[in-house]
């Protein structure tokens, strides 16, 4: 019964959704090839500006194209839905465009604050997961839970474990 246990738990756990990325995506393998303090990087697309981030200690892993930054706060600069975060630490995959944010992580869209611990951005889908709790407070309304999926704007959320405080419209 036991090994049939195992195993079942291995496939399940193995079958895990895209966004459930691991953690070995935030692994130090190699030694970082740059080590910056008081970091800041704007991100282009052609001649539009897609986003700003600053850190307090940045580290990028050339080889791996991956990088790790502490301390971060991070704006979109699109002009219609400006969103906020902020984490203390924040690995990404540049293969993968995964984005890994542990740590106090806060996001400020224009429908609303997310509150949690650990999130996973999958900036090529802009699907957001975030496995632990979560708080959400959106105009009048405060919601909290756990295993929370939405997108970057907080356009639609789908929330396990709901508990809430507000108006039903």
Request: charged share 25%.
């Amino acid at each position: 019964m036991r090994v049939f246990f195992i195993l079942f738990a291995f496939f399940i756990f193995s079958c895990a959704d895209r966004a459930e990325i691991s953690t070995q995506d935030i692994e130090r393998v190699t030694e970082a090839d740059e080590i910056i303090h008081d970091f800041t990087m704007l991100s282009t697309i052609g001649e539009m500006q897609e986003w700003f981030m600053k850190a307090d200690y940045f580290e990028r892993f050339s080889k791996e194209r991956r990088w790790m930054a502490f301390n971060v706060f991070l704006e979109t600069l699109n002009e219609t839905d400006k969103n906020f975060y902020r984490s203390d630490s924040l690995f990404v995959s540049e293969i993968t465009d995964v984005y890994t944010g542990m740590g106090n992580v806060e996001i400020i869209s224009p429908n609303g604050i997310l509150h949690t611990d650990k999130i996973i951005w999958d900036r090529r889908t802009d699907r957001i997961h975030a496995p632990n709790d979560v708080y959400i407070k959106n105009d009048n309304n405060e919601i909290w839970g756990s295993v929370l999926y939405t997108n970057s704007n907080m356009d639609f959320v789908d929330l396990r474990h709901v508990s809430g405080i507000g108006s039903v419209e």
